[in-house]
């Protein structure tokens, strides 16, 4: 037998496999939320629940609102939150294709490199149109560019730098990549970030990181009201991950409350999944609130 701890809905499971290689999960132990401890199972006043991969409340992930085999693109998938966005999209049955394109892919997507970003989505065209594109590039902090605390720290080389990642080049996604995307169905989300908001900036700080996310914000706006009259099914939108456990969110305070990538992911998706083209132009975050701009 091979016994595997995992957590569950208030449940400590043991899962093991039998010489048929089916999966059975009994609970060994549960959860007591009042006093927060866990009990082994067989302690007076517990319940024993047997429970088997039927009872499991969440269902498979899938894009159900786009269509069968759909097609999927995911830039920056060389990051955390790009490369989880890969890993389950390719977990959807309902996925036909799901490609991934960062700065060492083939071809290359490097925002330095603008006749490179031009010539990547040329062969992109060459392909299905997409049903899901994801934009999940974005830059932070960078050997000696730690975000600025105060004035004194601005300078063009970080404000370049944040610019360049996360303006700038996913502004040339929006005009080489919108125009692929399927007539039918189709979903555009640029990563963005919630200290991007101007309405919700109470603490200042980080100047060029939120410059250059408040301007994506706009860039996504002003992309959406042209893209209402020419491709009236897309659903162009800024998306907030949430505090994510990648390298950008690392070395910060608010890393303690981080998720993983692939949490974030569902819940992206998810929210993603439920669009409407009347909700096209929007700033969302990972709970599908709308935040402010
Ligand atoms: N993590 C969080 O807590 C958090 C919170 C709010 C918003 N976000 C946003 O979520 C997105 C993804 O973040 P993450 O946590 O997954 O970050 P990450 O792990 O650091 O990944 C960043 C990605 O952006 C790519 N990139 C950076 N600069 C680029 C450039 N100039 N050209 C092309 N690609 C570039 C990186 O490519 P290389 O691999 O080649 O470096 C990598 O693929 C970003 O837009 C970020 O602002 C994250």
């Known amino acids: 037998m091979d016994f595997t701890r995992s957590a569950g809905a208030g449940f400590f499971f043991a899962d093991w496999r039998d010489n048929c290689g089916s999966m059975p999960r009994a609970v060994v132990a549960a959860w007591d939320s009042d006093t927060d401890t866990y009990h082994p199972v067989g302690e007076p006043a517990m319940t024993l629940k047997i429970a088997t991969e039927d009872d499991s409340n969440t269902p498979p992930f899938s894009m159900g609102s786009l269509p069968d085999q759909y097609h999927a693109l995911v830039v920056g ?53 997409l049903n899901l594109v994801v934009n999940a590039t974005g830059m932070l902090h960078a050997p000696e560019l730690m975000p600025e605390k105060r004035l004194a720290d601005l300078d063009y080389a970080h404000l370049l730098a944040a610019f360049q990642a996360n303006t700038f080049g996913p502004a040339l996604l929006l005009r080489h990549v919108a125009p692929l995307l399927a007539p039918g169905r189709g979903l555009m989300a640029m990563l963005s970030a919630k200290v991007g908001s101007i309405g ?17 914000n706009m860039l996504v706006r002003t992309a959406a009201i042209e893209l209402a009259r020419t491709q009236p099914n897309t659903v162009l939108v800024s998306l907030h991950p949430g505090t994510v456990e990648s390298p950008l969110s690392r070395p910060f305070r608010g890393v303690a409350s981080a998720r993983p990538a692939h949490d974030a992911v569902v819940d992206m998706l998810r929210v993603l999944d439920r669009l409407v083209p009347s909700d096209s132009g929007a700033f969302f975050a990972y709970d599908g609130s709308r935040l402010p701009w």
């Open 200 to 216: 919700d900036n109470r603490l200042g700080g980080w100047y060029s990181y939120r410059a250059s996310k408040a301007a994506l």
């Open 77 to 129: 998938s060389s990051g955390t939150i790009g490369a989880a966005m890969i890993a389950l999209l390719r977990s959807d049955p309902r996925c036909g294709s799901v490609r991934g394109l960062h700065r060492h892919s083939h071809p290359p997507l490097d925002f330095a490199d603008e006749a490179g970003v031009a010539a990547a989505s040329s062969e992109l065209a060459r392909g299905p149109r």
